[in-house]
């Protein structure tokens, strides 16, 4: 029989133990806090997001070893070094996913005004000092960072950022759209020099839809429209637009009426489209790809995907994209906070528009511009920088999971007899003894 001491004891200690466990699942503000096992870390990371992104880099592996094992092995005497490559950049990428998976979002909102000068600093740096790669200047570092991929997620962060501080503000001009069309502007405007057209207008159509998500109405988006519209007449009026730039949308109104007339690359795409078929000619059987169709494991792998695994093999990539667009949605429906919701949906409009866009300029919907497929595309930057901003939107779904784990155990520990009766230890009781004294 134990004393009532010990009793006061082991009550005190069990006590402790819970207050303890409550501790661990606080979290922490602004991170990741020692204490955390790697199943509570991992509580509410939406699996089916995670799941199709993974089925994506799977397509993307095959098709970037299809499409570049006879280039690879012609300019590095091996068949596999760009896959390696494509490889050693999705495990970049997964490590950017990790940590921003299991960092609380929440804290990047207070450095959002740092990163976009920082960006803005490299843009700078870009249109002074850049590599100069077929008259257009987007990278540094002996072209291995592009800023124009970064600018895309960091534009998104600021974005959420600020519209979600300025809700009651959205539709007024002078707090809402004027200092909304600077900072895109500003943005876009840096790209646009290098030249970059298609992430300008990516950064354009993605911060333009989260600003109609915020709250503005139609007649801004209007405005908007009509000002970006205004801004191209007067570039292109002052000459200040690259000389190829007219002449592919000349060769894209062309082809409008008539195929034979439309670029080259949109040709040998539309033959690619024709020899898969239905089902396709066979993983790694493909001929557009041997010298014919131009950056094959990026901007034109839509078109090797069309020739090896056929229309089925197209609608299950296009499937994967509106499941995870579906799904994004669904995880900026269910934060906790206006800037959670509107950086969940900033992300997925942004992946969408992506995906959008090559496939746009493949199937000859619109001129030219180079714009890798999300997840599936070989890149470098593109790739980590996609995989950086999954890892943002997984942390917006683990939120409201972690959220209610912390409530319910505080109400256990608050309320220890709460369904269930009392949860504490049992201890031996004297009572009637059984057998022969």
């Known amino acids: 029989m134990l004393s009532d001491a010990e009793l006061r004891d082991a009550g005190n200690v069990q006590g402790q133990q819970a207050q303890s466990r409550v501790a661990v699942m606080a979290p922490a503000a602004g991170g990741i806090r020692r204490g955390y096992s790697w199943s509570e870390l991992a509580r509410g990371i939406d699996r089916w997001l995670l799941l199709l992104v993974g089925i994506l880099l799977v397509i993307g592996t095959l098709m970037v070893y299809s499409a570049t094992f006879d280039w690879s092995y012609q300019s590095f005497g091996s068949e596999i070094?760009?896959?390696?490559?494509?490889?050693?950049?999705?495990?970049?990428?997964?490590?950017?996913?990790?940590?921003?998976?299991?960092?609380?979002?929440?804290?990047?909102?207070?450095?959002?005004?740092?990163l976009l000068l920082i960006t803005i600093g490299f843009l700078v740096a870009v249109w002074l000092f850049g590599d100069d790669t077929f008259g257009a200047r987007r990278a540094l570092i002996a072209g291995s960072f592009q800023p124009g991929e970064a600018a895309e997620l960091v534009i998104v962060l600021y974005m959420a950022a600020w519209l979600s501080s300025r809700r009651g503000q959205i539709r007024s001009i002078g707090y809402g759209l004027f200092p909304f069309s600077v900072i895109v502007g500003v943005v876009a405007g840096l790209i646009f020099l290098q030249p970059d057209f298609s992430t300008a207008a990516i950064i354009i159509v993605t911060s333009t839809v989260m600003f109609f998500l915020a709250g503005a109405d139609l007649r801004q988006l209007?405005?908007?429209?009509?000002?970006?519209?205004?801004?191209?007449?007067?570039?292109?009026?002052?000459?200040?637009?690259?000389?190829?730039?007219?002449?592919?949308?000349?060769?894209?109104?062309?082809?409008?009426?008539?195929?034979?007339?439309?670029?080259?690359?949109?040709?040998?795409?539309?033959?690619?489209?024709?020899?898969?078929?239905?089902?396709?000619?066979?993983?790694?059987?493909?001929?557009?790809?041997?010298?014919?169709?131009?950056?094959?494991?990026?901007?034109?792998?839509?078109?090797?995907?069309?020739?090896?695994?056929?229309?089925?093999?197209?609608?299950?990539?296009?499937?994967?994209?509106?499941?995870?667009?579906?799904?994004?949605?669904?995880?900026?429906?269910?934060?906790?906070?206006?800037?959670?919701?509107?950086?969940?949906?900033?992300?997925?409009?942004?992946?969408?528009?992506?995906?959008?866009?090559?496939?746009?300029?493949?199937?000859?919907?619109?001129?030219?511009?180079?714009?890798?497929?999300?997840?599936?595309s070989f890149g470098g930057s593109s790739l980590v920088v996609l995989m950086a901003g999954t890892g943002l939107l997984l942390s917006v779904s683990r939120l409201p999971y972690r959220q209610a784990a912390l409530q319910e155990r505080r109400g256990l520990i608050a309320n220890p007899d709460r369904s269930g009766g009392d949860r504490r230890a049992r201890l031996s009781r004297p009572g009637r003894r059984r057998g022969p004294a």
């Open 222 to 376: 209007l405005g908007t429209f009509g000002l970006t519209s205004l801004v191209m007449l007067l570039v292109t009026w002052l000459g200040l637009l690259p000389d190829y730039v007219p002449n592919r949308v000349t060769t894209y109104l062309a082809g409008v009426t008539d195929l034979t007339q439309a670029n080259y690359h949109v040709q040998q795409a539309i033959i690619a489209f024709l020899n898969g078929g239905w089902t396709g000619v066979g993983l790694g059987n493909g001929r557009q790809k041997f010298g014919f169709l131009p950056a094959t494991h990026t901007d034109s792998i839509f078109a090797v995907i069309g020739e090896e695994m056929g229309v089925l093999g197209m609608t299950f990539v296009l499937l994967i994209y509106v499941l995870l667009v579906i799904r994004g949605f669904y995880v900026a429906r269910r934060a906790r906070d206006p800037f959670g919701a509107l950086l969940a949906a900033g992300l997925t409009v942004w992946i969408a528009v992506k995906a959008l866009l090559n496939i746009a300029v493949i199937t000859a919907v619109v001129p030219s511009t180079g714009t890798p497929l999300p997840f599936v």
């Open 81 to 114: 070094e760009m896959l390696l490559r494509h490889i050693r950049n999705i495990l970049i990428g997964s490590v950017g996913l990790v940590v921003l998976a299991l960092l609380d979002y929440r804290f990047l909102r207070r450095m959002v005004v740092w």
